[in-house]
């Protein structure tokens, strides 16, 4: 007999559980871009796998890349369900899930209420923070978004001058060494997808965002993150 109970109990307890996954999105807005679009749920509300899955939970991280190196950050998350027969699907999808989507919004478009024409821009330190956070995440699926045209421009580092872009393109080991000294980067980050927005405004720029972008995909992809530039 106690062996029935035993398989029975086993039985509900497999029925009741629920195969919802976490979602960490990182999200990096440039406020000193102010050029390229600024990014709108649009482009990020299918990486939160609500529509298909909403069960799952999701926490949405959102920090600004500007002319400090430390920055606040607004954390907004659903937590995900854990026995769907406890849970209220209808209160879910019908105020949880649009609440949650509202305030993850209205976070960004009060982040991107800040975008202005500023002397600095620290890009590769706010990036290092992301990554550092998402790599201590234990999340099933981990996204970093940036939107920029990824050009740090600090005391450290001037990606504007045009003898850094050289440095760049022509694969400088010493400057890729002294970057990863300065802000190194987890062991692994093969968990972690990157995806970067930008839309350059003319050829010029467009060209210079090749350069610069091949030295960042060689900063994360030397550590096994996806990289993807939109």
């Given at each position: 007999m106690r062996i029935l109970i035993l398989f029975f109990t086993s039985l509900i307890l497999v029925g009741c559980s629920s195969d919802s996954q976490m979602t960490i999105v990182s999200i990096l807005q440039d406020q000193t871009d102010i050029l390229n679009a600024p990014l709108g749920m649009a482009d990020i509300s299918g990486l939160l796998q609500?529509?298909?899955?909403?069960?799952?939970?999701?926490?949405?991280?959102?920090?600004?890349?500007?002319?400090?190196?430390?920055?606040?950050?607004?954390?907004?998350?659903?937590?995900?369900?854990?026995n769907k027969y406890t849970s209220n699907e209808y209160q879910r999808k019908t105020k949880d899930i649009?609440?949650?989507?509202?305030?993850?919004?209205?976070?960004?478009?009060a982040l991107n209420a800040g975008i202005s024409k500023m002397s600095s821009s620290y890009v590769i330190q706010?990036?290092?923070?992301?990554?550092?956070?998402?790599?201590?995440?234990?999340?099933?699926?981990?996204?970093?978004?940036?939107?920029?045209?990824?050009?740090?421009?600090?005391?450290?580092?001037?990606?504007?001058?045009?003898?850094v872009l050289k440095r760049i393109k022509?694969?400088?080991?010493?400057?890729?060494?002294?970057?990863?000294?300065?802000?190194?980067?987890?062991?692994?980050?093969?968990?972690?997808?990157?995806?970067?927005?930008?839309?350059?405004?003319?050829?010029?720029?467009?060209?210079?965002?090749?350069?610069i972008s091949s030295f960042y995909r060689q900063y994360l992809t030397s550590h096994n993150a996806k990289f993807t530039i939109n």
């Open positions: 609500l529509n298909d899955h909403p069960e799952n939970g999701v926490e949405v991280h959102i920090s600004a890349i500007n002319d400090v190196g430390f920055n606040k950050t607004t954390t907004i998350a659903l937590a995900e369900v854990k649009p609440f949650f989507i509202d305030s993850v919004a209205t976070a960004i478009e706010a990036i290092q923070k992301e990554c550092i956070y998402l790599s201590n995440s234990s999340a099933d699926t981990k996204i970093l978004v940036i939107s920029s045209d990824l050009a740090e421009n600090s005391n450290f580092l001037n990606m504007y001058d045009d003898r022509d694969g400088d080991t010493e400057l890729f060494n002294l970057v990863n000294e300065k802000y190194p980067l987890p062991d692994d980050l093969s968990d972690i997808q990157v995806f970067v927005h930008y839309v350059p405004k003319d050829r010029i720029k467009s060209d210079e965002f090749e350069i």
